[in-house]
C-alpha cells in the first residue's frame, strides 16, 4: 500500500502558505453510522459487517480523482506504522484489533479511517496555512459520504460520537507548527496560556496525548460541541496568524541581537546531521528543527526546505525499516539513520 503513495506527500512539500512556520492544516470528522453501536460495544460480525459496507461507499462516493482503500489487518504492523508516521491514520487504529480500514488520497490530502474511535474519521491535510481550502475540500467529502450513509445525529446535541467530547460538530481543526524560536527563548509558555484562554489546546508530534518534538507544536481546538464549523474554524484561523507573528519576531530579535549564537546553533545541528555516525529519531528531529530555521532566515542556502522535510519523515523509525527493506533493531536504527542523513545532505551539496 505505501508503494501506492506519493513517496512525501502533500502536506510536506513546504509550499503552503506561511510554510516556513505552519507546517500543515488538518481538518478531522468524527461520523458514526445510524442503527449500529459505537465500537466501544460492537459485536464482531457488526464491525466486520460495518468495514465491508463503509468501504464500498467509500469507494463509490466520488470524493477524490483516486482513492487506494486497505483492510488494516491486511497490512503489516510496519506499513501501518508508516501510515502513522505520515499522519494518514492514528497510533490507535494502527494498533487496534478487529476489522478496520482506510482509504486514501495518494498525495496524503484525504484519509478517510474506518472503525477507528468512531465508524468514520474523514481528514483533510494540507501543506502550510489552509484553513479555508481545507474546509472547502472536507465539507465536500463529508457531503457526498452523507449522501450513501446514514449518520447518527441528534437535532438537540449535533452529531453522535463514542467519546463525549468529540460531540456536535465532530470537527477537530489543527494547525501544526514549527515554533523553535520560540522554544530557544523559552517564551513557548506564554503560547500555551494564551491559547488555554480561547477553549485552544496545544499537542505534540503525533496530537492528543503526544509529546513535542524538534519543536513542533499542534494548535486544535477543544470545544466541538456549541459553536459552529465555521466559529471554530474562524477561532483557529484568526489565532493562529498572532502565534506566527510572534515566532517571527522572536526570529527576527535573535538574527539582529544575537546572530552568532544563532549561527551557531545552526551550524552546529547541521555539523552533527554531516558527521554523525549514530543518532536517533529524537536527535535527528532536534537537528534538522534548527538547520529547518537555518534554512527559513537564509542563513543555509545550499538546501531546499523540501528536503529537509522530506527528512523529517523518512529517517522516522518505520520510514527508515521500509527503505532498508527490513527490520531494524535500535542499534541498526541508528546508523542507518545516520549513514542515510549523510548520504543525503551530500546530495545536495
Not at 445525529?153 to 467519546?163: A, I, K, N, Q, V
Not at 538546501?303 to 527503505?323: D, K, W, Y
Request: glycine share 6%; net charge negative.
Amino acid at each position: 500500500m505505501i508503494d501506492e503513495l506519493d513517496p512525501i506527500g502533500e502536506w510536506l512539500s513546504g509550499t503552503g502558505p506561511e510554510s516556513d512556520i505552519v507546517i500543515s492544516t488538518r481538518i478531522r470528522l468524527a461520523r458514526n453510522v445510524a442503527g449500529y453501536p459505537f465500537l466501544t460495544r460492537i459485536k464482531e460480525d457488526q464491525r466486520s459487517h460495518l468495514e465491508r459496507t463503509l468501504g464500498e461507499r467509500i469507494a463509490v462516493a466520488g470524493v477524490a480523482d483516486r482513492l487506494i482503500y486497505a483492510n488494516l489487518n491486511k497490512t503489516t504492523p510496519l506499513e501501518r506504522e508508516c501510515l502513522v508516521e505520515r499522519h494518514l491514520i492514528s497510533k490507535d487504529l494502527a494498533s487496534a484489533r478487529g476489522e478496520r480500514g482506510v482509504a486514501l488520497e495518494p498525495r496524503g490530502t484525504l484519509s478517510i479511517m474506518v472503525n477507528e474511535e468512531d465508524h468514520l474519521r474523514i481528514q483533510v491535510l494540507r501543506s502550510g496555512f489552509q484553513p479555508d481550502a481545507a474546509w472547502e475540500q472536507i465539507s465536500a467529502v463529508d457531503r457526498r459520504l452523507e449522501e450513501r450513509v446514514e449518520y447518527a445525529f441528534s437535532p438537540r446535541f449535533g452529531y453522535l460520537t463514542s467519546c463525549p467530547t468529540n460531540v456536535g460538530t465532530g470537527m477537530r481543526v489543527s494547525m501544526m507548527l514549527h515554533l523553535p524560536a520560540l522554544v530557544m527563548t523559552k517564551q513557548i509558555e506564554k503560547v500555551f496560556h494564551a491559547v488555554a484562554k480561547v477553549s485552544l489546546a496545544v499537542r505534540g508530534f503525533y496530537g492528543e496525548g503526544t509529546h513535542a518534538l524538534g519543536d513542533f507544536y499542534q494548535i486544535s481546538n477543544q470545544v466541538t460541541l456549541g459553536p459552529s464549523e465555521e466559529q471554530i474554524l474562524r477561532t483557529i484561523a484568526d489565532y493562529v496568524p498572532q502565534i506566527i507573528k510572534f515566532e517571527r519576531n522572536v526570529r527576527e530579535t535573535l538574527i539582529n541581537e544575537n546572530r552568532v549564537g544563532l549561527e551557531d546553533r545552526v551550524w552546529r545541528a547541521f555539523g552533527m546531521l554531516e558527521r554523525a555516525r549514530l543518532i536517533t529519531s529524537e536527535e535527528t528531529l532536534d537537528y534538522l528543527s534548527a538547520v529547518r530555521m537555518g534554512v527559513n532566515l537564509g542563513l543555509i542556502d545550499r538546501i531546499p526546505i523540501s528536503a529537509v522535510n522530506e527528512l523529517f519523515l523518512l529517517t522516522q523509525p518505520a520510514h527508515l525499516q521500509q527503505l532498508n527493506g527490513r527490520e531494524l533493531d535500535t542499534p541498526e536504527r541508528d546508523e542507518n539513520r545516520a549513514e542515510y542523513v549523510r548520504r543525503r545532505l551530500a546530495s545536495l551539496n
